[in-house]
């Protein structure tokens, strides 16, 4: 029982620092996402593409989640974006605290985009709010089209579904039409896009839908 | 502070109940395996070929851990072998306790292999001993080379990694040589498999490991 009330704790704390965090962003009129998905469900290519799109129109920074190593902060610095990577030394997902610290090492004012990729889990990050405008959920076809159902809850907390890999679809056994409703059963307000950071299907209307967000000072 | 000191008392107490597991299986004579992975790895589909291919000379028994739903259990009982579904309600790992009184629904005694399929997560399993003789790591091609380094810990506890879906190496950007050295950089004691539960690729030498572990009466 003890173990429930720290727990609960946890969260009420980190809510805390999360809405100064939320506070922050919207002074700043920055437009946020929280990008969490499994590992390997193609998160980091999503954000090299998306920056690929983007940089000429909208002032894009990055927060790197990883357990361990920098390798996706090197990845994405290549663009020329500033970019902050955060090491949670084993831990399982992002907390608001994290975030609140990271965001001191960039110049939020100078920004319209901060993407805030959440370490590879599909489980944990979805309870712990880094005041986030939205959670995004990348899930890639690869996975299969039952994971909405079996881990409904980063999906009942995500408002924009990305379905990942489209390409690789001829040779996995994987129902779009089925992923998506699934999704939609536990989530009915998702939005939903389907891309493929390979061939770029898709990821205009995603990178078009980002600008018009970054674009409103959403925060 | 005082959360890490729960935290230490969680899995001290995870791990007494994990030795008991440990006895009972040691006296049932039954090899069993904690199957870990991220979500979508090929876990379930790893366990049916598995069962396929050894149902006649090996006694198996399934348990299948999941944040929700029984689909992985349905999967499996289709294959005519005893199953438990264990559904964590949120939880995102496996623990002793729910081991243990999943195994009050299976006949040990007349088992010689229990695998134990652990919720998808490539984090929070590894800390959680269910007394196993061993952690078998999954990790698709689809994920990437870089996620051993990634993901350390899992990879440091396994004693076994199971390279699957090697069917879409020709479609996917994932180096299965730079994979492999990643994980034995991380733990050099690792035995290695290279799979396809499409093809049937590696299945044999994976199958006829498992009789070999599940005949010496291991656990």
Redesign the interface.
Known sequence: M??IT?ERK?LEKNDAIAEQNRDRFRAAGLFVMNLVS???AGKTSLVERTIEALRDRVRIGVIEG????D??AQRVARYGVPVVQIVTN?G?HLEARLVHDAIERLALDGLDLLIIEN??????PANFDLGEAMKVVVI?T???D??P?????MFREASVVVVN?S??LP??SCDVQALVSNALSVNPALRVFETSCTTGLGLPDWCDWIAQEAGRGHA
């Open positions: 003890s173990v720290i946890v499994s590992p390997g990883d357990v361990q190593t390798l996706d084993g399982c370490v590879g889990n599909l489980v944990c890639s690869t996975e299969g039952d994971k159902l079996k881990y409904p809850a890999k390409d690789l040779y996995v």
